[in-house]
């Protein structure tokens, strides 16, 4: 860990595009002013715990939800919406005719 000692009205870089500024400095407690990229996240740690473990729990999927899901999907047995394989029509040339089909 870097350790650094910074007065009130003082600037620390990170990166490029970071910069953290202390604001304030009152008994105990410093206030941080920070200015970054809209994508970087800035968090106190507390909260940065909390949407960590929601995420976690969001990931996990149990196996009653999987058992539920499979109730949903379709079998691949080799059918069709019902039919065998061989009942499935070939597709069409570019003709619109089916190879193998007998002309009308």
Do not use: C, W
């Amino acid at each position: 860990m870097l350790t650094l000692t910074r007065s009130v009205g003082e600037t620390i870089r990170i990166g490029d595009d970071i910069e953290v500024h202390v604001v304030e400095v009152r008994g105990g407690t410093v206030r941080l002013g920070f200015k970054a990229p809209r994508e970087v996240s800035i968090h106190r740690e507390e909260v940065y715990r909390q949407i960590a473990e929601a995420n976690l729990l969001a990931a996990q999927v149990t196996a009653d939800t999987l058992g539920a899901l499979a109730a949903f999907a379709p079998v691949a047995t080799g059918s069709v919406a019902g039919r065998d394989q061989d009942d499935v029509p070939a597709p069409a040339d570019a003709t619109g005719t089916t190879p193998g089909a007998d002309p009308v």
